[in-house]
């Protein structure tokens, strides 16, 4: 069975640090992208950042560019997200998700989307 | 980055309504559109992709379409369960993004 459990969300003070993990079973973590994703409290979902399968890749929005980043261990099969100088803003509960893809008529592999989630972890930022 | 604005931001509706939600990106992205439901305490549930593929187990009452930069995203008969909030999020270019939802509510 495919399985995503992050861990690592907690109550953190502005300008704090901290670190999710997500670990993965049931697929071939190694060679899978990977992404976040955060839903604030009554707002709606936003992507945050990826990674490639063997991480030589990685992207993020522009709002957490410089103070967040994506990284993986694939020997361990988990994946991190490191979070830096937090703000109120980035409160919210951050998803793990499988990316998956779609192999054209080039041959080439085209990533469409996230079709397996954890269940989430929740980062609270506050004084 | 790609904007995408989703309407209605809300509709209420019944148990064997036709729903009919849209999402307009504001520049092309080819069919590169995804669908999502999401439920409260869940993790979201990618239910179409590529504009029109339906995900391997998802009901074929579920169907997207696409013209240009406009995507529509159809429940052509509601049932009970299909009561939550949907999302579209292009895949054309990073940063990937999401519309803000469409919140399907019991009329």
């Known amino acids: 069975e495919v399985q995503l459990l992050e861990s690592g969300g907690t109550l953190v003070q502005p300008g704090g640090s901290l670190r999710l993990s997500c670990a993965a079973s049931g697929f071939a973590f190694s060679s899978s992208a990977m992404t976040w994703v955060r839903q604030a409290p009554g707002k709606g979902l936003e992507w945050i950042s990826a990674?490639?399968?063997?991480?030589?890749?990685?992207y993020y929005t522009d709002s957490v560019k410089g103070r967040f980043t994506i990284s993986r261990d694939n020997f361990r099969n988990t994946l991190y997200l490191q979070m830096s100088s937090l703000r109120a803003e980035d409160t919210a509960i951050y998803y793990c998700?499988?990316?998956?893809?779609?192999?054209?008529?080039?041959?080439?592999?085209?990533?469409?989307?996230?079709?397996?989630w954890g269940q989430g972890t929740t980062v609270t930022v506050s004084s | 980055d790609i904007q995408m604005t989703q309407s209605p931001s809300s509709v209420s509706a019944s148990v064997g309504d036709r729903v009919t939600i849209t999402c307009r990106a504001s520049?092309?992205?080819?069919?590169?559109l995804t669908w999502y439901q999401h439920k409260p305490g869940r993790a979201p549930k990618l239910l179409i992709y590529a504009a029109s593929t339906l995900q391997s187990g998802v009901p074929s009452r579920f169907s997207g379409t696409w013209s240009g930069t406009d995507f529509t995203l159809t429940i052509s008969s509601l049932q009970p369960e299909d009561f939550a909030t949907y999302y579209c999020q292009q895949a054309n270019s990073f940063p990937w993004t999401f519309g803000q939802g469409t919140k399907v509510e019991v009329k």
């Open positions: 520049q092309g992205i080819s069919s590169w």
């Open positions: 998700a499988h990316t998956a893809r779609v192999q054209g008529l080039s041959r080439v592999w085209n990533y469409y989307g996230m079709d397996v």
């Open positions: 990674i490639s399968g063997g991480g030589e890749a990685t």
